[in-house]
Structure formats: structure tokens, C-alpha cells
């Protein structure tokens, strides 16, 4: 049974930092794509970040510059790193694995930006 488990929650003030772990069991993490989406109320689901089998990288235009994404092989675990925040940013985050047919979803990690 795959799962993917996000970590990292948190209620962080504008400008501030926050990192998200999406630790995968059930699969090898660094055979799929990983990608981070987030939806915000009221708004529909969007792609943040994503990171391919081969290490190439793509983000929302809103958070280049700003957010990072990467994996941890040995820990079957990829990450978001998150800097300067904004209140815009507060959402639900959730991790994401495909390839080909098989997608997989985490239950998503509540991210709030406020002061």
C-alpha cells in the first residue's frame, strides 16, 4: 500500500520560513515525479513546485525564487522549502508521486501565513 505523509504544519508569520516533508512508503520516491500542490479556499488545487526523476525543477511563477524543492533518496522523503513567505501562500499543501498511469496523493498539510 503506498502512502505519502506530509509534515511541517505550521502558523508562520509573513516573511518567514517553513519546510514540508513528504515522507513515501510503498514506493521508491526517486522512481517517480514529486510535486507539491496547494489549494487555498475557495480556489481549485494548483501546482507549486515539481521535480523530475532527473533532478529538473519547475515552479509556480509566484514562488520562484522563493521555494525549493528536493529529495532526500536515503530517506524516501522529498521536501519544499519555503522562504519568504506571504499571506497569499496560506493553503493546504499536499505531495504528490506519479508516473505514467499511477498517482498518488498525500492528505495535505495546512500551511497558514499571518501575522
Known amino acids: 500500500q503506498v502512502q505519502l505523509v506530509e509534515s511541517g504544519v505550521g502558523l508562520v508569520q509573513p516573511g518567514g520560513s517553513l519546510r514540508l516533508a513528504c515522507a513515501a512508503s510503498?514506493?521508491?520516491?526517486?522512481?517517480?515525479?514529486a510535486a507539491w500542490y496547494r489549494q487555498a479556499p475557495g480556489e481549485q488545487r494548483e501546482l507549486v513546485a515539481l521535480?523530475?526523476?532527473?533532478?529538473?525543477?519547475n515552479y509556480k511563477d509566484s514562488v520562484k525564487g522563493r521555494f525549493s524543492i528536493s529529495r532526500d533518496n536515503a530517506k524516501n522523503t522529498v521536501y519544499l522549502q519555503m522562504n519568504s513567505l506571504k499571506p497569499e501562500d496560506t493553503a493546504v499543501y499536499y505531495c504528490?508521486?506519479?508516473?505514467?498511469?499511477?498517482?498518488?496523493w498525500g492528505l495535505g498539510t495546512q500551511v497558514t501565513v499571518s501575522s
Open positions: 510503498g514506493i521508491i520516491f526517486n522512481r517517480y515525479i
Open positions: 521535480l523530475t526523476t532527473a533532478g529538473g525543477t
Open positions: 504528490n508521486a506519479y508516473l505514467l498511469a499511477s498517482k498518488y
